[in-house]
Nanobody, 125 residues
């Protein structure tokens, strides 16, 4: 399973971006998805996750109320809508996948087996 992230870029504080995670040639119906980020000089941080059905989601406290995760299984795509962006959101954002039909998802990176290459998000004026 190969994951591809897109949608990153440079945005001013207060702006918005929508990241996408897709798996060309594969269906993501059976996979829970985690979005993580890694800022320069910092460790990886789980940002948000979503269950395979889309019914369950979870968010880091730092992004609650600003970020929204969603998925369109018909398009094999998971989205991360990021609003009210702050400079501290600057990082490389990765999506990761794991086969799971559980009604809850976990924010722990090592639980996920498949990773994308990441997309850079820079929040700066």
């Amino acid at each position: 399973l190969q994951l591809v992230e897109s949608g990153g870029g440079l945005v001013q504080p207060g702006g918005s971006l929508r990241l996408s995670c897709l798996a060309p040639g594969f269906t993501l119906d059976d996979y829970a998805i985690l979005w993580l980020r890694q800022a320069p000089g910092k460790g990886r941080e789980g940002v948000s996750c979503i269950t395979n059905s889309g019914a369950g989601t979870n968010y880091a406290d730092s992004v609650k109320g600003r970020f929204t995760i969603s998925r369109d299984n018909a398009k094999n795509t998971v989205y991360l809508q990021m609003n009210s962006l702050k400079p501290e959101d600057t990082a490389i954002y990765y999506c990761a996948a794991n086969v799971s039909a559980r009604p809850i998802c976990v924010m722990t990176a090592y639980k996920y087996d498949y990773w994308g290459q990441g997309t850079q998000v820079t929040v700066s004026s």
